[in-house]
């Protein structure tokens, strides 16, 4: 598994693409991700979850994840290491809050009074960190502090699954079964989950804004990018494991979900400052 590491000890990113650009990878950090605007689903170490406006994502060091867009999404991408908070690290209650963010959980759940109170946060954390002021760190530090205590006190830091069980159960045999595509036939999953036949699609896009059919699609190029740049499989052999017709057709898809050639795609994102060493 290759990985992503900061060269700072904190650094404030923000997204705003059509589509995710990166395949999944894995972050020695911790990061924290909230959605401006935007919806589709996130997926963090196999598990999926659906994101709107004013969601927010934590991840700690070795989890991997993506995102698959359903609109276009803007993200702030807050990254920092524990030793960023160091001279708060002497504060006992500090270090217990610290501490909870490793819990498993990552999509927090927030009131709409507690998502607009950490929206403001974001702003300035993200006003603040385009600064270079003597007092840029203490407010960021301060804000990000603040942050953590307004996500423990909301929801103690439970894990957040959706609503509807039933389809954190189908997302999760997706990934699963995803090069299997005799058993993500819309029969089989409908039988398998006690779902009518003919009102599964409806209840699939319902549910997680995609249909059905783009989703399996969108998940598998994903997958396939990943295991193109860091596996070196060819273009064949990867149009064979996920079922695809041939080399073209897969290259034909490919090329219209990431608006690029694979052979560009690979090239491009195996950049020394993308790739890192193995584990």
């Known amino acids: 598994m290759h990985i992503r590491t900061l060269t700072n000890k904190i650094e ?8 995710w650009q990166y395949p999944i990878h894995k972050h020695m950090h911790y ?9 589709g689903q996130h997926t963090i170490n196999n598990h999926s979850y659906n994101y709107e406006e004013g969601d927010l994502f934590i991840l700690t060091p070795q989890d991997c994840h993506f995102f698959m867009f359903q609109e276009r999404s803007s993200i702030c991408v807050i990254k920092f290491n524990e030793s960023y908070f160091e001279s708060f690290l002497q504060d006992n209650e500090f270090k217990l809050l610290l501490s909870q963010l490793v819990l498993p959980k ?13 929206g403001e946060l974001i702003q300035l954390i993200e006003k603040e960190y385009k600064k270079a002021s003597a007092l840029q760190n203490i407010i960021i530090k301060n ?29 999760n045999y997706v990934d699963k079964h995803i090069m299997d595509k005799h058993l993500l036939t819309v029969q089989n999953i409908a039988e398998k989950f006690n779902i009518n036949k003919n009102y599964f699609n409806q209840y699939f896009r319902k549910t997680t804004g995609s249909s059905f059919k783009k989703y399996i699609q969108t998940y598998a190029l994903n997958l396939v990018a990943y ?8 273009l064949s052999q990867l149009a064979f494991d996920f079922g695809y017709t041939d080399e073209s057709h897969l290259s034909n898809a490919f090329k ?9 795609f690979k090239r491009e994102h195996r950049k020394p400052d993308y790739d890192s060493p193995d584990d």
């Open 12 to 19: 404030v990113d923000h997204i705003f693409e059509d589509q």
């Open 31 to 39: 990061e924290l991700l909230y959605i401006n605007k935007g919806k």
């Open 106 to 118: 990552r999509k927090i759940l927030l009131s709409f009074e507690c998502k607009r109170n950490i």
């Open 143 to 171: 804000c990000l502090s603040l942050i953590m205590a307004l996500m423990s006190e909301e929801e103690s830091l439970v894990l957040a699954t959706p609503k509807d069980e039933r389809i954190q159960a189908i997302l």
């Open 227 to 234: 295991r193109l740049v860091h596996q070196d499989r060819t």
């Open 256 to 264: 219209t979900h990431f608006r690029q050639t694979p052979s560009a």
